[in-house]
T-cell receptor, first 112, second 109 residues
Framework: NAGVTQTPKFRVLKTGQSMTLLCAQD?????MYWYRQDPGMGLRLIHY???????AKGEVPDGYNVSRLKKQNFLLGLESAAPSQTSVYFC???????????FGSGTRLTVV | EDQVTQSPEALRLQEGESSSLNCSYT??????LFWYRQDPGKGPEFLFT???AGEEKEKERLKATLTKKESFLHITAPKPEDSATYLC??????????FGIGTKLQVIP
């Protein structure tokens, strides 16, 4: 029972490169989220999904795209990375909207 | 605009020295107040959800309480393994969860 697994754990990108972050869960949760965490700021929501085949924008969606083709997977894409996207990215899942989240261990992304 | 403010930013305690962390929130229509623990290099770990003023929840040395304007995380007789950053978050609407910056707690043996 792995819970929420994020890959990769670390990545360095050059400006303009693209990449996809994968989040996989085995908890059968409907709700999945992508957050970013930056020093001196609270976690900020990028995109979320309330079920297979659905996605919606969060607080800071610009420069990111997401897909949820299967219930257990939530992908976060950066089409053209920028230094401002240097951050730690966390995936989270939840049973319901007002239930506590289960977070993955994070992806530390550096864009140079 | 929803806001969550945590204080203090950092707290250093001697082992066994009880204290409280504060989370002040401004949201319209609180749907839930959450506490998480985050260890360095790891994702936040869920601790508690509080839904209404007056509610209290406990887990080992931790006790969370909620009023209409703030929440407290009381730590009784802390141990070094309680050292972590504690995050507070408030849900003020559909998929509107606002996180605080956190309180970094260090417990010294």
């Amino acid at each position: 029972n792995a819970g929420v697994t994020q890959t990769p754990k670390f990545r360095v990108l050059k400006t303009g490169q693209s990449m996809t972050l994968l989040c996989a869960q085995d908890m059968n949760h409907e709700y999945m989220y992508w957050y970013r965490q930056d020093p001196g700021m609270g976690l900020r929501l990028i995109h979320y999904s309330v079920g297979e085949g659905t996605t919606a924008k969060g607080e800071v969606p610009d420069g990111y795209n997401v897909s949820r083709l299967k219930k257990q997977n939530f992908l976060l894409g950066l089409e053209s990375a920028a230094p401002s996207q240097t951050s730690v990215y966390f995936c989270a899942t939840s049973r319901t909207e007002t239930y506590g989240y289960t977070f993955g261990s994070g992806t530390r992304l550096t864009v140079v | 605009e929803d806001q969550v403010t945590q204080s203090p930013e950092a707290l250093r305690l001697q082992e066994g020295e009880s204290s409280s962390l504060n989370c002040s929130y401004t949201v319209s229509g609180l749907r839930g107040l959450f506490w998480y623990r985050q260890d360095p290099g790891k994702g936040p770990e869920f601790l508690f959800t509080l839904y209404s003023a007056g509610e209290e929840k406990e887990k080992e040395r931790l006790k969370a309480t909620l009023t209409k304007k703030e929440s407290f995380l009381h730590i009784t007789a802390p141990k070094p393994e309680d050292s972590a950053t504690y995050l507070c978050a408030a849900s003020g609407g559909y998929q509107k969860v606002t996180f605080g910056i956190g309180t970094k707690l260090q417990v010294i043996p």
